[in-house]
Each structure stands twice: as structure tokens, then as C-alpha cells.
């Protein structure tokens, strides 16, 4: 008897392997720029004192770069039909890492070390007292200069000192101050770190040697006198530098300094990256770059141009061509300025300011007097107080602050005015003013409105006043019936805050 034949089973489809996940490209992506910024370090393009600026400044551009690429990922695996690759817990430690650090790098950025440590009793050089004995060592080094020639000075610890000489001679004078355990050891480091004058072509260069013995701290300070005429640049990493009574180009360059640059007939630049520069009584222009604790610029007979940050003042005063100013905070050009200016953290004030003037700021109070020409201002979270003394066309965009503009009192214009949960207010009779509760206006025209106001302000008032300063009879009170809001006469003397 045959055995019964079993019936095949039935065909059960096999699914498919499910999509392979793409392996995510942040981790290279992330090795390149790690990479490259420190090729930029090794190669000297960027200091490593620039790099960490940049990092405390704008370390949240690595989480956007990354979201970016997680979003390119996610769109392409949704394309694709797999599964977008995750973070991970390496990622997720790659980014609390880049959070802290940032953190605490923006944190030490905003420190004023300097005032710490002069809190402290702490003063520079203090500590490296800990690594030996210290001891003096003179020197003077003299040779003829030549017709014609230039300076350049290498230093890149201690001061440098330059003045006119009465001769036709180059004359160092070296005071060293050496750290070491003996006086044997002093005297060897002392021979290693001798200062030396080269010359090649029209360029004579004085370097100090400072680093010449390896790690030893050297503090090697260098008096110099020469031709007047000789134009000089200075490389100094820390260190005072004062340059006076020359007349040929000065160009500075230093890293922890107290620079004062006088009496100049050529162009200055310096360019550095910490503690104060004063510049005064130079015919020619001024360039400071960098981030400074302060700067004071006075008596310029060209222009002067300031790019960078300064973390506590910045003075101007009497310099005669285009000054121009520029900040992550504030953005400034104008003209010239007769009077002076004064900038600091929370406040710009300012006199004789010559237009065009072109300001761009946030969150400071800002006071400006005597001013002629045209003005282009913006603040956010401060008041503006514009004096004109001789009007141009001018506009004034402000936010949670209150806005006042004194014209002269004989002056035309056509006057355009808005405030938005403000009051408006006017002495000028001719000027239509309507206040409302969500937003006032004033439009109108005074003499033969040659010049055009157009005054805007967000969640505060404006007041157009006349500038009693400059007239010999006090305004006459507004007519009643007339629209607007009669003023009373504005104080001779306004009220200055603290800087």
C-alpha cells in the first residue's frame, strides 16, 4: 500500500531587510573643524589668545552647524526610505561638553582679570618670583643710523620706550631683569638674551632676545632714541609702549600693554588686545584695532578710524577729519568732532559733532550737543537727547526710551514724527501733533522746511523742543487752542548721569 503524499506548505513570503541607517557625518564633520582651527593655531594665522576669543564669543555657531546637519540627514533618510541616523551617547557628550565649555569660556571672557588680580595685591611679574631669585642686569648698545632708514622693534617682554635723539645715532639703553636660581645662572641666561641691532637695506631692527633662553622668564626693558624722522613699528607682547616726538609713520603692535602714542607727524596704528592706548597731538591718522580696557584719542589733524571692543571708556576729543567707530554694540561715523565724546557701557555723550553722523547702538542713553549737519540714529533700551546747532536732514529710530530733539530756534524743516504708546510733544505751533492712546503723531512744516525730521519711537514719548542754548530770548509760550502740548521751558543745564 503507497504511502499518502503529503501536500507542500504553503508559501509564506520572506519580508525584506529593513533600510540600513546611514552612519551620521557629524563626527568628521566636527574633526575638520577641530583640525582646522588648530592648523590656524600651529601656523601662527590666528594667536591662540584670538582663538579663544572666538570661542567664548561664538561657540553656539557648533550647536546650529550641528542641528543644521542632523536636519540634512533627517530630509535625506526621509528621501531615501531608512531611518535617520541618531546622536547617540557619544554625541549627547560631545554636546553637554561644547555647552560647558562655552559657558564657562564666555564666563572668563567677561572677567576683568587685571582688576582681579590688582584687587588681590596681585601686580604683574608677582608670581614669577616663585621660579627663582631676581637679578638686574644693564646694557647700551649705540651704532650710526642710516639716512633714511626705518626701526623695527622686537620685545615681547617688557617695555619699550622711543623719544627723539639729538643725533644721527641709534642709542638702546637695556635694563633686564632676570629670574634664575643663582647668580651663575643669571649671568649664563643674561649673555643668551643679549640684545642685537641688525641692518639690512633701509630696515634696522632691535631685537630684545627675550625668549632667547628657553623658559626662563627675561623682562628686558629697552629706552631708545634715533633720528626723528625714522618711521618705527613695534612688536611687544607684554609690556608698556610710549613713542613721542617723532615724524614718520608709528605702527604698534602688542598683546597686554599700556601704549601712549604723542606728538606724532605721520600716521599711527596700533593695533592690541589688552589694557589701554592714549593717542594725542598727531598730524596725520589714527587706526586702533583690537580689544582694549580703554582708549583716549585727542587733537588729531587727519581722521581716526577705532575697530574692536573696549570694555570700559572710549574718549575723543578735537580730531578734524572722518572719525569712524565700530563694535559688536555700537556702529558710529561722522565728520570731525571740535568737543569731545565719551563712551562707555551704558551711556555715549558727546559735543560738537559734525554730520553727516551715522549711530547705531543698543541699550545705551545717549546725549548729544552742538550738533550740525545731517544725523542717522537707532538705539534700542536707552533715551536720546539730539541738540542741533545746525540742522540737516535727520532721522531718529529709538525703542523703550525716550527721545528729545532740540532745534534751533529759527530753523525750517518738515517734520514727520510717530510715537507708539507714547506722548508727543512740541514748541514749534506750526506742527499738527495728535496723541492717542496706542500711537501719537506730529506732522507739519516750520519756515521753509528745507531740512526733513522724521522722528519714530516705540513704547515711549517724543518732545521737540527749541535750543535755548543757542538763542538770546527764552521761547514764547504755545497759543492756547493750538494742538499739541504746551512744554515749559527747558532747563539751561541738563542733568548728566554718571558714566
Excluded at 541616523?85 to 560631545?94: D, H, K, Q, Y
Excluded at 608677582?126 to 651704532?143: I, S
Aim: charged share 25%; aromatic share 4%.
Amino acid at each position: 500500500m503507497s504511502s499518502p503524499v503529503m501536500p507542500p506548505p504553503p508559501f509564506v513570503p520572506v519580508p525584506p531587510a529593513p533600510p540600513r541607517r546611514h552612519r551620521s557625518f557629524t563626527g568628521p564633520f566636527v574633526l575638520i573643524v577641530v583640525g582646522v582651527v588648530c592648523l590656524l593655531g600651529t601656523m601662527g594665522v590666528l594667536s591662540w589668545g584670538r582663538l579663544r576669543h572666538l570661542f567664548a564669543d561664538y561657540w553656539p555657531l557648533l550647536l546650529i552647524l550641528w542641528g543644521v546637519i542632523k536636519l540634512i540627514e533627517y530630509k535625506q533618510a526621509q528621501r531615501e526610505g531608512t531611518r535617520a541616523p541618531g546622536i547617540g551617547a557619544g554625541g549627547i557628550f560631545l554636546v553637554v561638553t561644547i555647552i560647558t565649555l562655552g559657558l564657562i569660556a564666555t564666563s572668563v571672557e567677561r572677567v576683568n582679570w587685571h582688576e582681579v588680580g590688582s584687587n588681590m595685591g596681585i601686580e604683574d611679574g608677582d608670581l614669577d618670583n616663585l621660579f627663582g631669585q631676581k637679578y638686574d642686569f644693564d646694557d647700551h648698545l649705540e651704532q650710526d643710523f642710516p639716512a633714511g632708514a626705518s626701526l623695527k622693534i622686537i620685545d615681547t617682554r617688557g617695555a619699550v620706550s622711543v623719544h627723539a635723539s639729538e643725533d644721527n645715532k641709534i642709542n638702546v639703553v637695556v635694563r633686564k631683569r632676570v629670574r634664575a636660581e643663582s647668580q651663575g645662572d643669571a649671568d649664563k641666561y643674561n649673555e643668551e638674551t643679549k640684545p642685537a641691532i641688525t641692518v639690512i637695506g633701509g630696515l634696522v631692527t632691535i631685537d630684545a632676545k627675550a625668549e632667547a633662553a628657553g623658559n626662563h622668564a627675561i623682562d628686558t626693558d629697552l629706552d631708545i632714541s634715533l633720528p626723528r624722522k625714522a618711521p618705527v613699528t613695534i612688536n611687544s607682547r607684554r609690556g608698556d609702549v610710549v613713542v613721542a616726538s617723532r615724524e614718520g609713520n608709528v605702527d604698534i603692535s602688542a598683546l597686554r600693554s599700556d601704549t601712549s602714542v604723542e606728538d606724532i607727524t605721520g600716521n599711527v596704528k596700533v593695533s592690541q588686545e589688552k589694557g589701554s592706548v592714549r593717542i594725542s597731538q598727531i598730524n596725520g591718522d589714527v587706526r586702533v584695532e583690537g580689544r582694549l580696557d580703554s582708549i583716549d584719542v585727542a587733537d588729531i589733524k587727519g581722521g581716526a578710524q577705532l575697530d574692536g571692543e573696549f570694555s570700559e571708556s572710549v574718549k575723543l576729543a578735537r580730531i578734524t577729519k572722518n572719525v569712524s567707530f565700530k563694535s559688536t554694540r555700537t556702529d558710529m561715523e561722522f565728520s570731525k568732532i571740535d568737543g569731545d565724546l565719551d563712551l562707555d557701557s551704558d551711556d555715549l555723550r558727546a559735543t560738537q559733532i559734525a554730520g553727516p553722523l551715522h549711530l547705531t547702538t543698543r541699550s545705551k542713553n545717549i546725549h548729544l550737543e552742538d550738533v550740525s549737519g545731517d544725523v542717522r540714529l537707532q538705539d534700542n533700551n536707552g533715551e536720546v537727547e539730539v541738540g542741533m546747532r545746525t540742522l540737516g536732514n535727520v532721522q531718529i529710530d529709538n525703542r523703550s526710551g525716550d527721545l528729545r530733539l532740540l532745534l534751533p530756534e529759527h530753523a525750517s524743516f518738515r517734520m514727520d514724527a510717530r510715537a507708539r504708546d507714547g506722548e508727543i510733544q512740541s514748541e514749534f505751533e506750526a506742527l499738527k501733533v495728535e496723541n492717542s492712546d496706542r500711537e501719537s503723531r506730529a506732522n507739519g512744516t516750520v519756515g521753509s522746511g528745507a531740512a526733513h525730521i522724521v522722528l519714530n519711537n516705540e513704547h515711549s514719548g517724543i518732545e521737540i523742543r527749541r535750543n535755548t542754548a543757542q538763542t538770546a530770548h527764552p521761547p514764547q509760550p504755545q497759543p492756547p487752542g493750538k494742538p499739541g502740548k504746551n512744554l515749559p521751558p527747558p532747563k539751561d543745564n541738563v542733568e548728566e548721569s554718571d558714566n
